[in-house]
């Protein structure tokens, strides 16, 4: 299979913390991940593209402080949302391309749902 | 910004009918890629077709593309409540290294 797990599922935090989401690959090495956020009944925006060992790329209008990923392994990518406000809160879903088999297909996390209060 | 247009954006249909979708978009294309969403879940890939494909099938799924039109149509037959779900198209653009740009999505629901 290709399984991609998220951690945490849900996060409320307050304005001005950081929050630290994870997207793993269980049984796969992806070659990439990348990093969505989808507003409610809206298509996925493509945040930041992560490649292990390297700088994320981001996309135009996404600012690179604010959204701080790190690709430590193979298996492991993570989106730090720093000094979140109201505004951040959304459904933030990664995705990973698999290093071995890589047909192009992404496989996706089952998101986090990130509220900031 | 988003490649992919749909349409329509919702459809109702009863089980044991068809559901058709469409998907446009613009710029030269590596593949196309159908995804399916349950509501407040991670997406689903349901089939990919290269450009030198005209159609696909898997399953209860036909999907087409025609790259002179630049569109492509995900068709599920005898559809069942299950299949209640968003359905979106994705481009990986000829240049975009590997990065997907996905449509509106089109929302379906299946009534018993």
């Known amino acids: 299979g290709a399984v991609v797990s998220q951690h945490p599922s849900r996060v409320i935090c307050k304005s001005g913390t950081s929050v630290k989401i994870e997207c793993r690959s269980l049984?796969?090495?992806?070659?990439?991940m990348f990093w969505y956020r989808q507003f409610p009944k809206k298509s996925l925006m493509l945040m930041a593209t992560?490649?292990?060992?390297?700088?994320?790329?981001?996309e135009q209008g996404v600012e690179k402080d604010k959204f701080l990923i790190n690709h430590a392994s193979l298996t492991l990518s993570t989106l730090t949302v720093t000094s979140a406000h109201p505004e951040d809160s959304s459904f933030y879903i990664c995705?990973?391309?698999?290093?071995?088999?890589?047909?192009?297909?992404?496989?996706f996390g089952p998101g986090t749902r990130l509220t900031v209060t | 910004s988003q490649q992919g247009e749909e349409d329509p954006q919702a459809l109702s249909i009863q089980e044991g009918e068809n559901a058709t979708m469409n998907c446009s978009y613009k710029?030269?294309?590596?593949?196309l890629q159908w995804y399916r969403q349950n509501s407040g879940r991670g997406l689903v890939h349901l089939i990919l077709?290269?450009?030198?494909?005209r159609e696909k099938h898997s399953g209860r799924l036909r999907v087409t593309l025609d790259t002179s039109k630049k569109s492509s149509s995900l068709l599920i037959t005898a559809s069942r409540a299950a299949d209640t779900a968003s359905y979106f198209c994705a481009t990986d653009a000829a240049d975009s290294w590997g990065k997907l740009q996905f449509g509106a999505g089109t929302q379906v629901v299946v009534t018993p």
């Open positions: 995705s990973a391309r698999n290093r071995r088999l890589d047909r192009g297909e992404q496989y």
């Open positions: 710029t030269s294309i590596n593949n």
């Open positions: 992560s490649n292990e060992g390297s700088k994320a790329t981001y």
């Open positions: 049984d796969f090495q992806a070659t990439t």
């Open positions: 077709i290269r450009s030198n494909e």
